[in-house]
C-alpha cells in the first residue's frame, strides 16, 4: 500500500483542524443522517486512540471532560434552549447550567454569562498528534508513505483505473482511494461523473499560550461567536471563521478580529495571553455538507471526502468502513447513505495507492 501527498503528511485540513469529537453539540436539525454517522465515529475513538498509540507509540491526547456551550446573553440562552431540546430529543446526554453552575465548573468565563449546556460525551483529540501517528503507524506497518509528490492526474482506461501520474513518473495501480480534501474535483483525468461536489470552505484559526498547570480553561468551550479547545501542554486553540474564498490562504485582520471578540466575550482573561500561531485551512465542504465516501463509479476509485468540519471525528468510521467495503467488495452499511450516487438521484433528500491532501479538516 502506498500513500501519496502534495505536501508533509497530515499537513492540510488535518494540521488546520481543532480535533474536537463534537457529535452531540452540534447536531443540527436535518442532518440526523449525518449526526448518527458521528456518533458512530465517536463511539470508536477510545479504541481508536489506543490502538493508534500501540502501534505509533504517540499518545494522541484524547480528552474527556466533555464540552461547554456558553449562553452570553438572554438571546443566546433562548437559541441555546432550542438546540438544547432539539438534541435532547435525539438522545444527546445534555446537562443544563444557570451562569453560576457553569462558573463553577469553569472560573475565568464571564461573570455575566446566562447559561450553558454541558455536554459530557462530546471530547476533543489532539488533531496534530494524531496524523503524526498515523504517519508512523502507516510505515511501521510496511506502507510507502511518499511526502511532497503530488499526483497530477488519474489514469482511467476502459473505465476502471489503471494507475497514477506524477511529476516524474507513472504509478500503476489497481485500486485508488480519492483522499484529497478540497481538492479532491480538481484532479486531472477524473471523469466527470465521478467528480466529488466538494469546495474549499476557508477557516481562520489562532493559538494562545496558557500556563499549563493552571489553564483558563479544561472544557472545549463553544460562545456562539468562537470555539476555545485547551491542549495539555497550554495551547489554546481558537477557531473558526467560515468563509467561501476558495484557496485564499490569506489571515484577515477581520478575521483574527472576529476570533479574538468571541473567544474575549466568553473568557475575558485570554487578553493576557500570547499568541502563537494563526493559519488557515480549507475545510473540504460538499453540497449537503455530509461526506462523500465509497464507489465513484469508476471501477477500483473510491471516494473519502467532503468531511467539512467532522474530519477528525469521523476518522476511525471511515477508515474502518471504506477499508472493509475494499475488503468484501459491499458497501459497508455505516457510508451507504453518503456514497456520491446521492448527488446525481435528483429526487433524494439530501492497500492500495491514496492520493491524500493531508486527508481531514
Known amino acids: 500500500m502506498a500513500v501519496f501527498d502534495r505536501g508533509a503528511a497530515g499537513r492540510g485540513a488535518s494540521w488546520a483542524a481543532a480535533g474536537m469529537l463534537a457529535a452531540g453539540i452540534e447536531a443540527e436539525p436535518g442532518e440526523e443522517a449525518l449526526y448518527a454517522l458521528n456518533r458512530h465515529s465517536q463511539a470508536l475513538w477510545p479504541g481508536f486512540a489506543a490502538e493508534l498509540q500501540a502501534a505509533s507509540g504517540i499518545d494522541v491526547g484524547l480528552r474527556q471532560e466533555g464540552t461547554i456551550w456558553a449562553a452570553l446573553t438572554r438571546d443566546d440562552a433562548a437559541q441555546l434552549r432550542f438546540h438544547h431540546d432539539f438534541q435532547s430529543k435525539l438522545g444527546i446526554h445534555l446537562e443544563w447550567l444557570s451562569g453560576a453552575e457553569a462558573r463553577r465548573r469553569e472560573p475565568y468565563l464571564h461573570p455575566s454569562i446566562a447559561a450553558a449546556v454541558l455536554s459530557p460525551d462530546d471530547h476533543q483529540v489532539d488533531n496534530r498528534l494524531v496524523v503524526q501517528a498515523l504517519a508512523v503507524a502507516f510505515t511501521r506497518a510496511g506502507g510507502e508513505l511518499h511526502e511532497n509528490r503530488a499526483v497530477t492526474a488519474l489514469d482511467v482506461t ?118 502563537v500561531e494563526s493559519w488557515a485551512g480549507f475545510r473540504p465542504g460538499s453540497r449537503d455538507d455530509a461526506p462523500v465516501l465509497g464507489p465513484s463509479g469508476v471501477d477500483g476509485l473510491v471516494l473519502a471526502t467532503g468531511h467539512h468540519r467532522n474530519g477528525i471525528l469521523l476518522t476511525p468510521v471511515t477508515a474502518e468502513a471504506v477499508s472493509r467495503s475494499i475488503l468484501t467488495g459491499r458497501t459497508d452499511p455505516a457510508i451507504r447513505d453518503f456514497s456520491l450516487a446521492r448527488f446525481h438521484n435528483s429526487s433524494s433528500p439530501r492497500p492500495m495507492p491514496v492520493l491524500t491532501e493531508t486527508n481531514r479538516c
Do not use: C, N
Open 158 to 275: 476502459g473505465g476502471r483505473v489503471t494507475g497514477l501520474r506524477l511529476d516524474d513518473a507513472r504509478e500503476p495501480a489497481d485500486l485508488v482511494v480519492l483522499a484529497a480534501g478540497a481538492w479532491s474535483p480538481g484532479l486531472a483525468g477524473l471523469p466527470e461523473a465521478a467528480r466529488p461536489p466538494v469546495r474549499p470552505i476557508k477557516g481562520q484559526m489562532l493559538a494562545l499560550a496558557m500556563d499549563p498547570v493552571a489553564p483558563l480553561l479544561r472544557h472545549v468551550m463553544w460562545s456562539g461567536r468562537a470555539y476555545l479547545v485547551p491542549r495539555r501542554d497550554g495551547r489554546l486553540i481558537v477557531g473558526a471563521t467560515t468563509e467561501e474564498r476558495g484557496f485564499d490562504a490569506r489571515l484577515t485582520a477581520g478575521g483574527m478580529l472576529a476570533l479574538l471578540e468571541g473567544a474575549w466575550r466568553a473568557v475575558p482573561g485570554i487578553a493576557e495571553l500570547e499568541i
